[in-house]
């Protein structure tokens, strides 16, 4: 199984990024999937999941209406296209497969995204 990650980088406060995360070794449309971050001294939390059924979504408070999460099972590319960014969304950004709850079995290896002016 690998997951990995892509897209992070240094964004001003309001900018956009679209993170994805390429998985490999399993069927990737059999599974949920989510996105989880952690800032410096934070444990991970949870930002987004999807089902293995697209249409089912479910966001953190913090996020809601600025991020969004999707998948093309076609491409084995999960995303999250990340809208109105705020400097405590600073983090590493983790994709896990399994759950769209963060429970996730696999982890991918993260991907940093800085918001500072």
């Known amino acids: 199984v690998q997951l990995v990650e892509s897209g992070g980088g240094l964004v001003q406060p309001g900018g956009s990024l679209r993170l994805s995360c390429v998985v490999s070794?399993?069927?990737?449309?059999?599974?949920?999937m989510s996105w989880s971050r952690q800032a410096p001294g934070k444990e991970r939390e949870l930002v987004a999941g999807?089902?293995?059924?697209?249409?089912?979504?479910n966001y953190a408070d913090s996020v809601k209406g600025r991020f969004t999460i999707s998948r093309d099972n076609a491409k084995n590319t999960l995303y999250l296209q990340m809208n109105s960014l705020k400097s405590d969304d600073t983090a590493v950004y983790y994709c896990?497969?399994?759950?769209?709850?963060?429970?996730?079995?696999?982890w991918g290896q993260g991907t940093q995204v800085t918001v500072s002016s």
């Open positions: 896990g497969k399994g759950s769209r709850w963060g429970r996730a079995s696999d």
């Open positions: 070794g399993f069927t990737f449309s059999n599974y949920a």
């Open positions: 999807i089902g293995s059924n697209i249409g089912n979504t």
